[in-house]
């Protein structure tokens, strides 16, 4: 009789052990979701980000176009320059946007024409885009968990576009 009453609560316990597996397996689950969803958000925030970098190729591009005057050639050199580092950051983010398993967008933001060609108001408008990529940029980051590799990534390319604004501020600054 108790090896009757032994085998009884052995079979239970498997049991148990399986449902026990069964709950555990739906928390698993639901956090597998909500890494998807946040995957997912971060990839969209990359996308956004990758489009307003190409879009500011372009950008930049046409500014050095439009630059004419005696100090043409370094102000044409400091946009090509932007244009290239813009180049560089969207390759960063097209990469990363792969490496989560993304497929990064061909849309390039549309460039509006101002037909604002003098030097300061290029710089006034250049930093406007500047601001707005900034802002981009802090937002991917709030997006970011435990990734430290990306928020690395992030947090670099935000002091790079602090960095390009503080440089326009002071270019646009008249001295007293």
């Given at each position: 009789m108790a090896k009757i009453k032994a085998v009884k609560e052995t079979s239970k316990k498997p049991k148990e052990a399986v449902k026990t597996a069964k709950e555990t397996t739906a928390p698993e689950k639901s956090a597998v979701q909500a890494s998807k969803k946040s995957s997912n958000d971060i990839i969209e925030a990359l996308d956004r980000?990758?489009?307003?970098?190409?879009?500011?190729?372009?950008?930049?591009?046409?500014?050095?176009?439009?630059?004419?005057?005696p100090n043409r050639i370094p102000i044409t050199k400091w946009f090509r320059d932007h244009a290239m580092e813009g180049i560089q950051h969207a390759v960063t983010i097209g990469e990363k946007i792969t490496a989560l398993g993304g497929h990064p967008s061909v849309t390039v933001k549309p460039v509006p024409e101002t037909n604002k060609h003098n030097v300061m108001e290029i710089?006034?408008?250049?930093?406007?885009?500047?601001?707005?990529?900034?802002?981009?940029?802090?937002?991917?980051l709030e997006k970011i968990?435990?990734?430290?590799?990306?928020?690395?990534?992030?947090r670099g390319l935000i002091l790079e576009e602090t960095t390009h604004i503080e440089e326009v501020e002071k270019m646009t600054r008249s001295l007293k």
């Open positions: 980000i990758l489009e307003a970098e190409l879009s500011g190729v372009v950008r930049y591009l046409h500014y050095s176009f439009m630059i004419f005057g710089l006034k408008e250049s930093l406007e885009f500047e601001h707005e990529g900034l802002r981009l940029y802090h937002e991917l968990e435990s990734d430290v590799a990306l928020e690395e990534m992030v």
